[in-house]
C-alpha cells in the first residue's frame, strides 16, 4: 500500500525501504545544495543567481512568519523553514520518474507531526516560562483543561493523517488513471499533484506556526 | 454466503460508501468558505493576502474530514484487518 513495503535490502531486523531511502536522498540534496551555495556569499549588490534564490525563499518565509505570529521571526525560521522546505522539496519531486515521495507514507508525516507535538511546549516554555505556558491550558476556565489536553492530541494527528491522505490519495490516482488511461491523463492529475504538494506544505508550515505562536503569546488579563 | 465473501462485500459496499457520504458535508463547507472569502476579497481587495491565508489554513482544516473518510476508505479497500484475519484463518 504505501512505499514502506518496498524493501530494497535487508540484515536481521535493519531494512532499507523506499520511505528511507528518498527521505535521506531529498536531506543530502537539500544539504549539499545549500552547502555550495553558501561556501562564498557576497554582501554587496553584485551576488550569485544561487544566493539570490535562497534570499528569496528565506525572505518569503520570514515575512509569512512575521505576519502570523507578529513576532520576531529569526527564533522559528529554522523549524518552521525546514519543515516547509523539506516538505515541499519531497513532493515537488515527484515530477523526476522512479522518485516516490518519502511524505506519502505515515511514517515520515507522523514524525512530522511529533516534531511539531515537542516543539509547541519547547517554543511555549522558553517563551513564557513553564507555569505560564501550563496556565494556557486551563484558558478560558479550568473546566476547559481535558479539552486543550484532547485537542493538543487530535491536531498532532490531523496534522499527519492530513499530510499523508494528500500525497498518498495523489500518487493513487495517478496510478488508477495510468491503468485506466494512459497515454496523456496521468500527467494532468500530477500536475494537480504539484499543485496540492506545494500547497499542503504551505498548510503544514502555517500550521505548525499558528500551533507555535498561540502557545508563545502572553495572554492578558481581561 | 461464507464469512469471507461477506466481509468482502461489506468491506467493498462501505469504502464506498464512506466516501461518498463523508465528502458531501466538507464539499458545503469549503464552498460556503471560498464563497465568503471571495465576496471579502472584492470588498477589500488591501487584506486579499490575509484572507487568502486565513482560508487555505481553513479549507486545510475543513477538508482534514474528507481525508479522514478517504483513508478509512483505503483501509477499507487495500489493508483491510478483518480481511487478512479471515485469510489467515482459512489458510490454516
Known amino acids: 500500500m504505501t512505499t514502506d513495503q518496498v524493501i530494497l535490502w535487508q540484515w536481521k531486523f535493519i531494512s532499507l525501504n523506499y520511505t528511507i531511502i528518498y527521505t535521506w536522498g531529498v536531506m543530502i540534496f537539500l544539504t549539499i545544495f545549500s552547502a555550495l551555495i553558501t561556501r562564498n556569499l557576497s554582501e554587496d549588490i553584485n551576488m550569485s543567481r544561487w544566493q539570490n534564490l535562497l534570499e528569496i525563499i528565506v525572505f518569503g518565509i520570514e515575512n509569512q512568519i512575521m505576519e502570523i505570529s507578529l513576532q ?7 523549524f518552521i523553514g525546514t519543515l516547509f522546505i523539506f516538505i515541499s ?36 516554555i522558553s517563551e513564557i516560562g513553564f507555569i ?9 476556565s479550568v473546566f ?24 498518498m490519495s ?6 488508477i488513471m495510468l491503468s485506466i488511461a494512459p ?17 499542503q506544505a504551505y498548510i503544514f508550515a502555517v500550521l505548525a506556526m499558528v500551533y507555535i505562536a498561540s502557545a508563545t503569546r502572553i495572554q492578558r488579563k481581561t | 454466503m461464507g464469512d469471507i465473501s461477506l466481509i468482502g462485500v461489506v468491506s467493498i459496499i462501505m469504502a464506498g460508501l464512506t466516501i461518498a457520504v463523508g465528502s458531501i ?9 471560498v464563497a465568503q472569502a471571495l465576496q471579502s476579497m472584492a470588498q477589500q481587495p488591501d487584506e486579499a493576502n490575509t484572507i487568502a491565508r486565513n482560508l ?37
Open chain 1, 132 to 140: 505560564g505556558y501550563l496556565k494556557n491550558y486551563t484558558r478560558p
Open chain 1, 170 to 175: 495523489g500518487n493513487k490516482v495517478v496510478a
Open chain 1, 183 to 199: 497515454l496523456i491523463f496521468p500527467v494532468f492529475i500530477q500536475l494537480l499533484g504539484i499543485l496540492t504538494g506545494l500547497v
Open chain 1, 89 to 124: 522539496i519531497s513532493n515537488l519531486l515527484i515530477i523526476i520518474p522512479g522518485y516516490y515521495p518519502p511524505t506519502a507514507s505515515l511514517s515520515t508525516t507522523a514524525a512530522l507531526a511529533l516534531c511539531v507535538f515537542v516543539a509547541v511546549p519547547v517554543y511555549g
Open chain 2, 25 to 33: 458535508a466538507p464539499a458545503l463547507g469549503e464552498a460556503k468558505a
Open chain 2, 56 to 92: 487555505f489554513v481553513g479549507l486545510a482544516m475543513i477538508e482534514s474530514t474528507a481525508i479522514y473518510c478517504l483513508v478509512v476508505s483505503m483501509i477499507l479497500i487495500f489493508a483491510n484487518p478483518f480481511w487478512n484475519y479471515v485469510i489467515a484463518q482459512a489458510a490454516k
Open chain 1, 72 to 78: 520576531n521571526p529569526r527564533k522559528y525560521i529554522s
Open chain 1, 144 to 167: 476547559n483543561l481535558p479539552f486543550n489536553i484532547i485537542g493538543d492530541i487530535s491536531r498532532t494527528l490531523a496534522l499527519a493523517v492530513r499530510l499523508f491522505g494528500n500525497i
